[in-house]
């Protein structure tokens, strides 16, 4: 080998350990911002089920059996019918729901305060999806 050559030749192999270092520290960055992010998602649906919780403390004793026995009707619970889940399924349950305690004579702002703090007009479009459902039947 000329002079030339293992100067190339170390030249290429302190790159080559250079990029395997970098390599490792890149991995090691990702693995700690993935534990993080799930530990961060881990307190925020403990955060909202907390806020639920104390949202469905907070109904009136009648609110909270429709609210129960709406839930116990669909096998979901009553996180889900106050949640955030825009699931087709769990969406028509609670829009159910949300006709039964409209004529029960709640208003709209207190129904949607009921069901996880939605606006009311969420709750207008609701219940125009659930009087199309009632007329198609």
């Known amino acids: 080998m000329?002079?030339?050559?293992?100067?190339?030749?170390?030249?290429?192999?302190?790159?080559?350990?250079?990029?395997r270092l970098?390599?490792?520290?890149?991995?090691?960055?990702?693995?700690?911002?993935?534990?993080?992010?799930?530990?961060?998602?881990?307190?925020?649906k403990a955060s909202a089920e907390r806020k639920l919780a104390q949202r469905y403390e907070d109904l009136p004793g009648a609110a909270q059996h429709m609210m129960t026995r709406a839930a116990l009707e669909s096998d979901y619970t009553v996180a889900d019918l106050m949640g955030r889940s825009a699931a087709v399924k769990v969406c028509r349950v609670r829009e159910q729901a949300i006709w039964g305690f409209r004529e029960a004579g709640y208003s709209l702002p207190q129904i949607g305060r009921m069901f996880g703090g939605r606006h009311h007009t969420t709750i207008m479009h609701a219940l125009k999806n659930e009087e199309r459902r009632r007329d198609a039947a």
């Open 22 to 44: 970098c390599c490792r520290r890149l991995l090691d960055i990702f693995a700690i911002d993935a534990s993080r992010s799930k530990s961060g998602i881990a307190a925020k």
């Open 2 to 19: 000329t002079p030339d050559e293992k100067a190339q030749w170390s030249r290429d192999r302190a790159m080559l350990r250079d990029m």
